[in-house]
C-alpha cells in the first residue's frame, strides 16, 4: 500500500523536531524564519490531507503499478544476472528506531515456494521520509552527471544495490515527475569521492566521481540507481545521501545548471543493523578499518527517528546470496513547495566542471549555508563558486 496517511503523519511528527546544533551549522534568524514557515507548510498539507490521500482512486493505481514495477524490475534484475534460484521472505512491524530495527525488511523470501505474491512483497506499507532538517553533510558536490549505474570502474566494489526510490508530494497526494535527484555515498571501505580532506581522502581526490550521480524521477515519480550498499565510517551510520532538485534545467552535459530550481528535499536514507553486518562480513566491506557507529548512536538518524518514521529501505536479495546483489526500495514523501537552497542544512563541499572537482569555498554563490562541515578545512567555505570559477 501506498501509506500517504503514514507520510503525512511523518510530516506532522516533523513539526516537533528540535533544532540538534552540529559543528559549523549555523542558524540566523533568516534561517529559522525559513524553517518555521516551511514546517508551516508541511503541517497544513499533512492536516489537509490525512488519511484523505490513500483511498483515491489515483493513489490505488499508483500502488498497482508499484507492484508490478518492483516486481518486474526483480525479474528483469535477476535475469540480467542470470538469477534461477528462489530467493526468500521477510515481515516488519514497529516504531521508533529500535523497533524499525526490528523490523524485518527483508522481503527475499517471497519467490520462495513458487508463491508469487507481489502484493504483498512489492506493496506492503513502504517507508516514507519527510523531515526538513536533515543535513546533506560535508560531501555535496555539485555537478555530477545523469547516469543511472554510479558505479565505477575503481573504487565501486561491493554488494550491488539497484535502488528504486518514488518521490510522493504531500500536498497532493500525487508523484513528482520530472525531479533531477543527486545520490551520493561512501564506497564499501567508507570513503567518498570528489573530497578530499581530513577523514576522507579519496584517490584521485577532487576530480573522482565514483558512486555518485543524478537520475530524474518519470511519472509516477521514480527514480532507479545502480550502486553498491555503503561502507561505514568514524562518527555515521551507514548511509546513503539523496537530495532532490524541483524544476532545473538540465543541460547538454548532463549536469545540471548552477542556481536552477529549488531544492525540496535533503534526505538520507539508512540501512538496518541486520543487512549492514550481514554485508559487512563481506569482503571488501571487512577491510574497511574505521569505527562503526550504529544508528541508534548517529546523531541525525535519531533526528529522523519517531513512531511514524521507518528509515530503512525495504530490500530483497536478489538471488541466493548477497553476492547476487540486493534490490532495495523506498517511498518518500517531499513537500514540493519547500526549497532548502538557502537552508544551512544545504552546503556544497566541491563541484565539477570542464576542468575537474574542485573544492568550494564559497557556498553562498551557488545557495547553502556551509554547515555541517565536521573540519575546520571545510566550514569556513571560503569562496570560489562555479559560477564563479567558471
Ligand atoms: C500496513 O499497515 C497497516 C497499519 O499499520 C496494517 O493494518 C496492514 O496490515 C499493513 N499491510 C501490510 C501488507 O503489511
Ligand atoms: C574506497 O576509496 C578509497 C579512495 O577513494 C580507496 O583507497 C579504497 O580502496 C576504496 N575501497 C574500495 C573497496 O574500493
Ligand atoms: C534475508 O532473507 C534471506 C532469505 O530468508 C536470508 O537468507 C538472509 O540471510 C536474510 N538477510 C538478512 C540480512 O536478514
Ligand atoms: C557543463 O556545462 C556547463 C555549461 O556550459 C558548464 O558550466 C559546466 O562546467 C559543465 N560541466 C562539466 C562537468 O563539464
Ligand atoms: C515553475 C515550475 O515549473 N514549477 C514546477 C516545479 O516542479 C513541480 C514538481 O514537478 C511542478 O509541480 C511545478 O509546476
Not at 539523496?242 to 548552477?258: F, G, I, R, S, Y
Request: glycine share 8%; proline share 4%; net charge negative.
Amino acid at each position: 500500500m501506498v501509506q500517504l496517511s503514514k507520510v503525512l503523519a511523518i510530516a506532522a511528527a516533523c513539526l516537533a523536531t528540535p533544532a540538534i546544533a552540529h559543528p559549523g551549522e549555523k542558524h540566523d534568524p533568516h534561517v529559522l524564519k525559513r524553517q518555521i514557515h516551511a514546517r508551516d507548510v508541511m503541517a497544513a498539507a499533512g492536516k489537509r490531507s490525512l488519511g484523505g490521500c490513500e483511498s483515491t482512486l489515483h493513489a490505488r493505481e499508483l500502488a498497482r503499478r508499484n507492484v508490478a514495477r518492483r516486481a518486474h524490475t526483480v525479474q528483469k534484475l535477476r535475469e540480467k544476472r542470470g538469477i534461477t534460484s528462489a530467493p526468500q521472505k521477510y515481515r516488519r512491524n514497529l516504531a521508533a528506531l529500535e523497533k524499525w530495527e526490528a523490523i524485518d525488511h527483508n522481503r527475499t523470501d517471497a519467490y520462495q515456494h513458487g508463491v508469487i505474491n507481489q502484493e504483498s512483497i512489492f506493496g506492503a506499507n513502504t517507508s516514507c521520509i519527510l523531515t526538513p532538517t536533515v543535513t546533506d553533510g560535508p560531501y555535496y558536490v555539485w555537478g555530477e552527471v545523469v547516469r543511472e549505474n554510479v558505479k565505477e570502474k575503481l573504487y565501486s566494489d561491493g554488494v550491488d544495490v539497484h535502488l528504486e526510490v518514488q518521490y510522493i508530494d504531500i500536498n497532493t497526494c500525487h508523484p513528482v515527475p520530472g525531479a533531477l535527484v543527486d545520490i551520493w555515498q561512501a564506497n564499501a571501505t567508507g570513503v567518498y569521492s570528489g573530497i578530499s580532506t581530513s577523514g576522507n581522502y579519496a584517490a584521485g581526490g577532487w576530480d573522482s566521481t565514483y558512486l555518485r550521480g543524478i537520475q530524474q524521477t518519470n511519472q509516477d515519480g521514480v527514480v532507479n540507481f545502480d550502486s553498491i550498499f555503503p561502507g561505514h565510517y568514524d562518527g555515521r551510520a551507514t548511509h546513503t545521501h539523496l537530495l532532490t532538485h524541483l524544476n532545473a534545467t538540465l543541460l547538454p552535459n548532463k549536469t545540471l545548471e548552477v542556481g536552477s530550481g529549488s531544492v525540496a528535499h535533503i534526505g538520507q536514507l539508512f540501512w538496518n543493523e541486520v543487512l549492514r553486518s550481514a554485508v559487512e562480513a563481506t569482503y571488501p566491506y571487512t577491510s574497511n578499518t574505521q569505527a562503526i557507529t550504529t544508528n541508534a548512536d548517529d546523531m541525525w538518524s535519531v533526528l529522523q527517528a519517531d513512531a511514524s518514521y521507518d528509515p530503512f529501505p525495504e530490500y530483497m536479495y536478489l538471488g541466493d546470496s548477497l553476492d547476487d546483489g540486493l534490490f532495495a526500495w523506498i517511498q518518500i514523501g517531499i513537500n514540493a513547495m519547500a526549497d532548502y537552497t538557502d537552508n544551512s542544512y544545504y552546503s556544497i563541499a566541491a563541484y565539477h566542471d570542464a576542468n575537474g572537482g574542485h573544492e568550494n569555498s564559497d557556498s553562498s554563490a551557488m545557495g547553502g549555508g556551509g554547515g555541517g562541515a565536521p573540519s575546520d578545512s571545510m566550514s569556513g567555505m571560503p569562496s570560489a563558486s562555479p559560477s564563479a570559477s567558471s
